[in-house]
């Protein structure tokens, strides 16, 4: 979501740097911008992909250090250990580690 956010941003910039439109449309542009990004419907989008991503990323790491854990120094295990460890609270991951917010 990130590289495609930055991908659509550098689009808008380029047409604006591109075209002879000038400032006015500029503003224009970056008005709308600034309204969808504050729409509370596209923030909770993209809360909802973040949550996604994070899930996914987890159990994906969870699946690949059960693969390849028996394969890789004991240094590097513990550590990968001690990283799981950290990011549970009573059992349950903690999510404000991963940077969660509604700002």
Known sequence: ???KLTFVVGLALGYVVGTRAGRERY??????AKE???NPAVR???ESAAQTGRQA???AAHLVGDK?????PSSVTDRVQTLR???RVNGKVDEEDWGTSNT
């Open 27 to 32: 503003e224009q542009m970056k008005k709308s």
């Open 68 to 72: 390849v854990g028996d394969r890789l």
């Open 1 to 3: 979501m990130r590289y």
């Open 57 to 59: 990323a987890g159990k």
């Open 36 to 38: 969808f990004a504050q």
């Open 85 to 87: 460890r950290r990011g």
């Open 44 to 46: 909770n989008a993209a």
